[in-house]
Each structure stands twice: as C-alpha cells, then as structure tokens.
C-alpha cells in the first residue's frame, strides 16, 4: 500500500513538474483564462447602469438651454458626442450606428414668453435602426421635464408610486458570468491538457517506457488526477485574485466546499481528456475528437451565456451534460452561499458521469 501511495505522488509531482516547464501549458490554462475573464470583465463588470450615446445641438440662446445643456453633459446616463454640430453630422454619425440618437434644442427653447417661466419643446431624432433607444431616451427625458416643471408650475397627481429597496445585495452580471469562466477553464485544464501531453508522450515513447514498469493503469491515471487537481487549484486560484481584486467579485459562499467542487469538475472533464488522449495514437486524430466534445460543453453548459436564455427543451437536454452540474454548482456557492448539503442533484450528476467516463478511459487507454 506505502509504495503505491509512493508511486502515485511521484508522478503526481512529475506531472506539476511538466507542466510549470511547459510555456505553452502555462499559456493556455492560465493566461488565456484570464484573457477571457478581461473581456468578460470589461463587459460585465463595471456599472450596468443604462447610458445613452447622443448628439446635442442646442439652437437657442437662451440661458436656461445653456444651463439644461450643462446638465445633461453632466448626467452620467448621457454620453454627449461633442463633435456633432449640426443635424447633418448628427445624421450621418446616427445611420453609422455611432451615436445612438440626438437631442435638438430649437431656436427659442428655454425662452420666458407670456408665462412666468421659461418653456420649449426638445426634439429627438432617431435612426429607425435605433427606434427602441429613442423610445427609452424620450421616457427620460420626459422624466427630467417633470423634474423641472414641478419647480415652475404644481400639478397635482391623484396616482403615484413609490420604490422600496429589499436590503439584499443584489449580483452584478459579471457575478453571474464569472462561474461560467471558471468552466472555461475547467475545460482547458481537464480536457486539453492531457489531449495534448498523452500523444506526444506516445509519440516520444515514454508511456512505453512507463508501461515497463510495475505501476498500474489506476496508479497512472490517480497520480495524473492529483497532479492536474493542484495545477487546476493553482490556475483557478489565479482567476479569482484577478476578480476578487480589480472586479470586485460578491463571493457568498465557502472557499473550501468551492474547491472541493471544482476539483470534482477537474477529476471528471479530467477523464474526458485521459480517454480521446489514452486512445489516440497522434495529435491529428487527438484534436479533432477533443473538439468535437469541448464545443458542446462549452456552448450548452452555461460558460459564456446563462442556459435560461435557451429554449426550455434545450436547457433540460444541457442539464445533462458533465459540465453544467460542474458550473451550476461554482454559481450556486459563489453566488447564493449553498453549501455542498445544498448540491446533491449536481454532486450525483458529477459522480454518475465521473463513473461512465473512467469507465471508458479504462478500456480505451493505450501505453503506445
């Protein structure tokens, strides 16, 4: 029993060793995860409050358009683009998709006529490409005139509302989109990294060489499964300094029952990439097969889009897929504070499929 435990932890640190000598491994299971949570992060992560790009021309001279022009540069919803000074730019830049609408304040707008008060009628021009924004734009600015009209004129409403905050903290989008990344990279590191390091070891004849020796198939597969477990661990753990620090990531849950989760993932997208890379004999015939397998998993388990935006048939034949019991669950504890008492559906799912896919990377491995 000492000498397989001793067997299985010298090729789990032959395996870490590899991999921290390998640039190329390095690259793909830790910078170009971190590529992705960037862009995503970039996306997602910053205010989701609505904004509008606009032009503003202000035709008028009067000192209340030149005070409303001010305002409006200086609400954060609106992103005034200086450079158009006329409906002809203001036109062009709209039917470029640049701008999405434009705010024309005619000549006498803000004037003080035969009331007390100053009065005008704004006008929005819109490209029918943008006619939804325009919709949304005219529903502000409205509210913004009846900010300014109840200081001149008091109207009274039989019917109002009123909002009342629930006191919870409520998730960003990038909350929600980060957990999906760290499947990403699940995929990179279970899938990928052994689909390209089985059948160059083939190919150099090293598995042959190992194979000579007394360690067992099990002993094999073990000691690569811990050692991709603490690079897994080490990569992710990277990924989540990256967010927690410069976006700002809400984790709710567990850090220990996370990565207990997230090892299970690597454990079973692991056999995934000991069956294509056991049994293939080359690159050529491993990188096909791993695609065919990868792109499924990365597009129908909810790594880049949540699965609730799929049609209902879809979202229970994604259900299905080793992946998305492994992402459901990282979103479950960062995000709600579930406890692994709380996963049993995902936990079973995860063991179900971990069986069948060590089962066939059994019966398919190859030493050569």
């Given at each position: 029993?000492?000498?397989?435990?001793?067997?299985?932890?010298?090729?789990?640190?032959?395996?870490?060793?590899?991999?921290f000598?390998?640039?190329?491994?390095?690259?793909?299971?830790?910078?170009?995860?971190?590529?992705?949570?960037?862009?995503?992060?970039?996306?997602?992560?910053?205010?989701?409050?609505?904004?509008?790009?606009?032009?503003?021309?202000?035709?008028?001279?009067?000192?209340?358009?030149?005070?409303?022009?001010?305002?409006?540069?200086?609400?954060?919803?609106?992103?005034?683009?200086?450079?158009?000074h006329?409906?002809?730019?203001?036109?062009?830049?709209?039917?470029?998709?640049?701008?999405?609408?434009?705010?024309v304040?005619?000549s006498?707008?803000?004037?003080?006529k035969?009331?007390?008060?100053?009065?005008?009628q704004?006008?929005?021009?819109?490209?029918?490409?943008?006619?939804?924004?325009?919709?949304?734009?005219?529903?502000?600015?409205?509210?913004?005139f009846?900010?300014?009209?109840?200081?001149?004129?008091?109207?009274?409403?039989?019917?109002t509302?009123?909002?009342?905050?629930?006191n919870?903290?409520?998730?960003?989008?990038?909350?929600?989109?980060?957990?999906?990344?760290?499947?990403?990279?699940?995929?990179?590191?279970?899938?990928?990294?052994?689909?390209?390091?089985?059948?160059?070891?083939?190919?150099q004849?090293?598995?042959?060489?190992?194979?000579?020796?007394?360690i067992?198939?099990?002993?094999?597969?073990?000691a690569?499964?811990?050692?991709?477990?603490?690079?897994?661990?080490?990569?992710i753990?990277?990924?989540f300094?990256?967010?927690?620090?410069?976006?700002?990531?809400?984790?709710?849950?567990?850090?220990?029952?996370?990565?207990?989760?997230?090892?299970?993932?690597?454990?079973?997208?692991?056999?995934?990439?000991?069956?294509?890379?056991?049994?293939?004999?080359?690159?050529?015939?491993?990188?096909p097969?791993?695609?065919?397998?990868?792109?499924?998993?990365?597009?129908?388990?909810?790594?880049?889009?949540?699965?609730?935006?799929?049609?209902?048939?879809?979202?229970?034949?994604?259900?299905l897929l080793?992946?998305?019991?492994?992402?459901?669950?990282?979103?479950?504890?960062?995000?709600?504070?579930?406890?692994?008492?709380?996963?049993?559906?995902?936990?079973?799912?995860?063991a179900?499929?971990?069986v069948?896919?060590?089962?066939?990377?059994?019966?398919?491995?190859?030493?050569?």
């Amino acid at each position: 029993m000492k000498s397989s435990i001793f067997t299985i932890w010298t090729f789990a640190k032959i395996s870490v060793r590899r991999y921290f000598r390998d640039r190329t491994a390095l690259f793909f299971t830790v910078a170009f995860p971190l590529i992705f949570l960037f862009i995503f992060g970039g996306i997602f992560g910053k205010n989701n409050n609505v904004s509008f790009q606009v032009g503003l021309i202000n035709q008028s001279h009067s000192q209340f358009s030149q005070q409303f022009v001010s305002q409006v540069k200086n609400n954060k919803m609106f992103k005034v683009n200086d450079t158009v000074h006329d409906l002809g730019e203001a036109k062009t830049k709209m039917s470029r998709g640049e701008i999405d609408a434009t705010i024309v304040l005619p000549s006498g707008f803000g004037d003080v006529k035969n009331a007390s008060h100053p009065s005008g009628q704004a006008v929005i021009y819109y490209d029918e490409n943008n006619a939804s924004a325009a919709q949304t734009l005219s529903t502000v600015m409205q509210g913004i005139f009846q900010q300014i009209n109840s200081k001149f004129v008091k109207i009274e409403t039989p019917f109002t509302v009123v909002s009342k905050s629930t006191n919870q903290q409520g998730l960003s989008r990038f909350d929600y989109v980060f957990s999906g990344l760290v499947g990403f990279s699940i995929i990179g590191l279970g899938i990928f990294g052994p689909v390209n390091v089985f059948p160059k070891l083939k190919e150099q004849g090293i598995l042959r060489r190992i194979h000579i020796t007394p360690i067992r198939v099990w002993q094999y597969f073990t000691a690569n499964v811990i050692g991709q477990a603490i690079i897994g661990l080490f990569s992710i753990s990277v990924m989540f300094i990256v967010a927690l620090t410069i976006f700002h990531l809400k984790m709710h849950g567990n850090y220990l029952e996370l990565a207990v989760v997230i090892m299970l993932g690597i454990l079973t997208l692991f056999g995934i990439g000991l069956a294509i890379g056991g049994w293939a004999k080359n690159e050529n015939q491993a990188a096909p097969l791993a695609n065919i397998v990868t792109f499924p998993l990365m597009f129908l388990s909810g790594t880049f889009f949540p699965r609730f935006l799929m049609p209902e048939w879809l979202q229970h034949a994604s259900g299905l897929l080793p992946l998305t019991p492994v992402i459901d669950g990282i979103r479950m504890i960062i995000t709600e504070n579930k406890h692994l008492i709380d996963l049993g559906p995902q936990l079973g799912l995860i063991a179900v499929w971990a069986v069948i896919i060590y089962a066939i990377a059994f019966r398919t491995f190859r030493w050569e």
